[in-house]
């Protein structure tokens, strides 16, 4: 039996291959900003990829693989809605938590998170930086470390001397920085910590990031106590909200990426 030849052209005559390709061509893209909203990418330098990503899919929708594309969707359109309308991601997430026994450190070091344009802590900055001086104040160390953004990001002195001066009045706060990542903020806590002769350190961050934080704090030779920020953002006691399982969502996807390249670069 012959196969039909494809036609390109509809009953009147006019052209079908444009409406493939364009419908391709939205499935890339809606699925590049699904991608960058999972991972927390940002969108700021987005147009090449968004680009690249319509163009590819376009060109996919014209082959016989077009199939393969609208699978991909469905399956990424199933995967939300049962992370989101279910409870399954609340184990996974729970797992990457570290939580150690509170014990007295040299120092307790607070990790950065976002600036907004004013020199305002963000959320995930103010929650971590609030749980470091309730712990300074409740006597574990005497000392907070901070770590700064580059300096394309507004300073938040401000901020973090009026928590300081209301909250834990008697800590010493240090900075290290500037920090593009993890590692980096490792790496310049460690220099601290053999000018200062600190061998053991309290390590705050977003509840999600401790697991693999401490684990890279433990690579420079420090002794970690790693103690999770009380969380703003989500829930960790279930039921959850569907906002906080699309918080876990987007958290734990890019925690599990940021912990495979981690390994891969012998971070961990």
């Keep these: 039996m012959s196969r039909r030849p494809r ?18 061509a939205g499935i890339g893209a809606t ?33 016989r693989f077009r199939g393969v ?19 399954v991601l609340y184990g996974p997430a729970e797992r990457l938590v570290r939580e150690d026994d509170l014990r007295p450190a040299d120092a307790i070091v607070c990790l950065s998170s976002g ?38 990001y507004a300073p938040v002195d401000v901020d973090v001397e009026w928590l300081r001066a209301g909250l834990a009045p008697g800590a010493e706060i240090a900075t290290v920085g500037p920090v593009g990542s993890t590692w980096d903020e490792a790496e310049q806590v ?5 000018e200062r002769g600190w061998g053991t350190v309290i390590l705050v961050t977003s509840p999600m990031h401790t697991r693999r934080a401490a684990a890279v704090f433990e690579k420079t030779g420090l002794t970690v106590i790693s103690a999770p920020a009380e969380s703003r ?10 906002g906080d399982r699309a918080y876990m969502l987007r958290r734990w996807i890019y925690e599990v990426a940021a912990w495979h390249y981690y390994r891969a670069r012998g971070w961990l």
């Design 7 to 24: 036609q390109y052209r509809d009953d009147r005559g006019h052209p079908v291959m444009i409406g493939y390709f364009a419908a391709g």
């Design 115 to 152: 600036v907004t344009n004013e020199g305002r802590l963000d959320i995930g900055g103010t929650e971590r930086y609030l749980t470091a001086l309730r712990l300074a104040e409740e006597g574990y160390a005497d000392t907070v470390v901070r770590t700064r953004l580059p300096d394309d």
């Design 69 to 87: 594309l609208w699978g991909l969707a469905g399956l990424l359109a199933l995967f939300f809605v049962v992370a989101i309308y279910t409870p």
């Design 190 to 194: 460690r220099a601290l910590a053999q």
């Design 31 to 63: 699925l590049y900003f699904v991608f960058a909203f999972m991972l927390q990418t940002g969108l700021e330098d987005a147009l090449p990829y968004v680009a690249l990503s319509a163009l590819i899919g376009g060109l996919v929708h014209l082959t």
């Design 233 to 242: 953002q989500y829930s960790r006691t279930p039921p959850c909200r569907k």
